[in-house]
């Protein structure tokens, strides 16, 4: 079965500072995705950034980037330069193909002026 | 392109009484999730559609909670009758199957309180 866990609640950094949310995951598959959501007061879920499991290379977006450890299943989100708007909830992602897509329980980041 | 589409945004009933929400997917997207967010926690997975065919019920409380998705575009969720404990976001989202573009949409949800 498929399991994400996020094993912090709640996260608090200083603007500008640099933040990493953690995340640990398990499946059978060898083809799944990985995803970062970040989920604002409004509670529209927007994609933050993506990984494909067959690539090596870590992906970056802008401020955000991943360290991807399949090996040991772990997905950590890098947030450099944090700005007060990155303050949400950051929930971590597993899909695979077109199944199921589970979520861990979510990290509150706040960003402190 | 358009989101996914929810309505309605809240909604306030009683106990025992019956729900239902609405969801228009993201054209041509042949997924759709139905997810339950209680405060503070996770989405948790309903059902999951595929086109009109379901894939995944399996949290699904099937004695209160029904869903459909007629013609594989647009779903429904429907609760009858529902319970304090199903006070919660209700998230719809729908993904492609092929392409590149292998993420999630989320509509913006409906908040249900029970009273």
């Known amino acids: 079965a498929q399991t994400v866990t996020q094993s912090q609640p709640e996260m608090s950094v200083q603007e500008a500072e640099t933040v990493t949310l953690s995340c640990t995951y398990d499946?059978?598959?060898?083809?799944?995705?990985l995803f970062w959501y970040k989920q604002p007061p409004s509670r529209q879920m927007i994609l933050v950034i993506r990984?494909?499991?067959?690539?090596?290379q870590n992906a970056t977006e802008n401020r955000f980037s991943v360290n991807f450890q399949k090996a040991a299943k772990s997905f950590s989100l890098k947030i450099s330069d944090s700005q007060l708007g990155d303050t949400a909830m950051y929930f971590c992602?597993?899909?695979?193909?077109?199944?199921?897509?589970?979520f861990g329980q979510g990290t509150r980041l706040t960003i402190n002026p | 392109e358009a989101g996914v589409a929810q309505s309605p945004r809240y909604k306030i009933i009683e106990k025992r009484q019956s729900v239902a929400f609405w969801c228009n997917p993201i054209?041509?997207?042949?997924?759709l999730y139905w997810y339950q967010q209680i405060l503070g926690q996770g989405p948790k997975l309903l059902i999951q559609?595929?086109?009109?065919?379901?894939?995944?019920d399996s949290q699904l409380p099937k004695d209160r909670f029904s869903a459909e998705r007629l013609k594989g575009v647009d779903s429904t969720l429907k609760i009858q009758p529902a319970k304090l404990e199903d006070s919660a976001v209700y998230l719809c989202?729908?993904?492609?199957?092929?392409?590149?573009?292998?993420?999630?949409?989320f509509g913006q949800g409906t908040r249900l309180t029970v009273v």
């Open positions: 989202a729908s993904r492609a199957v092929r392409g590149t573009r292998t993420e999630a949409f």
């Open positions: 499946t059978s598959e060898n083809n799944y995705y």
């Open positions: 990984q494909e499991a067959y690539k090596q």
């Open positions: 992602a597993l899909g695979e193909g077109a199944q199921k897509l589970v």
């Open positions: 054209s041509g997207h042949a997924t």
């Open positions: 559609f595929q086109n009109n065919g379901v894939v995944d």
